[in-house]
C-alpha cells in the first residue's frame, strides 16, 4: 500500500462530504413534509436551496484539484439520517415530532460543521486557497443553520413539544 499523505486525506475527506451532502439534499424535503410548524418548515425548505449551493461549491473545488467530483458512501451521515427517518415513524402525529426533527437537524449541522472545518484547515495548509474560500463559505452557512435551529428550538418548538 502507497504512502498516503494530507492531499489523499482531503480528497477523501471531500469525497465523503460531497456524498453526504447529496443524501441531505434528498432527505431535506421529507423532513420539510413531515415537519408540522411552519417555521421548521421553511427552515429545511431554506437549507434544501442553500444545499444545493453547497454542492455546487465542492464541485468547483473537485474542479480545482482536477478530479471528478465524486462521492464516497459516508457511514457517519447514514447513521445521522437513519435516526431523522426514524424519529420522523416513531413521532409521526406526535407534539414532539418537530422536536425531534429539529435535534436530527442539528445532528447533521454539527457533523458538517465538523468536517467543512477540518477541510478548511486542511485546504489552507495544502495551499489550496480557492478551496480555503469555498470551504469557509459552506462553513458560515452551516454555522449560521445550526444558529437558526437553535433559536426556533428555543422560540417555539420545544415548548409545543412540552
Avoid at 477523501?12 to 408540522?36: C, G, H, S, V, W
Avoid at 467530483?69 to 414532539?96: F, Q, V
Amino acid at each position: 500500500m502507497a504512502d498516503k499523505d494530507l492531499n489523499d486525506l482531503f480528497l477523501d475527506t471531500l469525497k465523503d462530504i460531497y456524498y453526504a451532502e447529496k443524501q441531505i439534499y434528498k432527505a431535506l424535503p421529507k423532513m420539510a413534509k413531515a415537519a408540522q410548524s411552519d417555521q421548521l418548515r421553511a427552515a429545511f425548505d431554506k437549507h434544501h436551496t442553500e444545499t444545493e449551493g453547497q454542492i455546487g461549491r465542492l464541485e468547483q473545488i473537485f474542479d480545482s484539484l482536477g478530479k471528478a467530483a465524486r462521492g464516497k458512501k459516508c457511514d457517519a451521515i447514514e447513521g445521522i439520517l437513519d435516526e431523522g427517518k426514524e424519529i420522523m415513524e416513531e413521532y409521526a402525529d406526535t407534539s414532539a415530532l418537530d422536536a425531534g426533527l429539529l435535534a436530527a437537524a442539528q445532528a447533521v449541522e454539527h457533523y458538517e460543521i465538523s468536517r467543512y472545518g477540518t477541510l478548511k484547515t486542511w485546504a489552507g495548509t495544502l495551499g489550496h486557497k480557492d478551496a480555503v474560500k469555498l470551504l469557509d463559505q459552506t462553513l458560515a452557512e452551516e454555522k449560521k443553520t445550526d444558529d437558526a435551529l437553535s433559536k426556533l428550538a428555543v422560540s417555539a418548538v420545544n415548548a409545543e413539544a412540552a
